[in-house]
């Protein structure tokens, strides 16, 4: 078992930035691959970011490519989520997800990740 908590959301202005954390707890973190995805009011949920076990490879929606990066601390057991040159449409509940996978490829899609945490809302002010 695994158990996600994430935090740092808030309210911020178009432009401004925030970072996001979920901080693991129980089966060994480091073994797993990390997501981070978001759903906004009426929509489905879509991936944003994706980090491998080690931290060497990491994919982003193009919607969120060049602006948004993942990255992780093993040590702490925690990943991170830095948004900057946030938009109106990056409203959303932002929700943090794990799967054991030791490969160099992360998973992108929702459906192969076992654990989630409850969420944080992030909301961008126009």
């Known amino acids: 078992q695994v158990q996600l908590v994430e935090s740092g959301g808030g309210l911020v202005q178009a432009g401004g930035s925030l970072r996001l954390s979920c901080a693991a707890s129980?089966?060994?973190?480091?073994?797993?691959?990390m997501g981070w995805f978001r759903q906004a009011p009426g929509k489905e949920r879509e991936f944003v970011a994706a980090i491998s076990w080690s931290g060497g490879s990491t994919y982003y929606a193009d919607s969120v490519k060049g602006r948004f990066t993942i990255s992780r601390d093993n040590a702490k057991n925690t990943v991170y989520l830095q948004m900057n040159s946030l938009k109106p449409e990056d409203t959303a509940v932002y929700y943090c997800a794990a799967v054991w996978n030791t490969g160099w490829v992360p998973p992108l899609d929702e459906r192969e990740f076992d654990y989630w945490g409850q969420g944080t809302q992030v909301t961008v002010s126009s």
């Open positions: 129980g089966r060994i973190f480091s073994s797993n691959a």
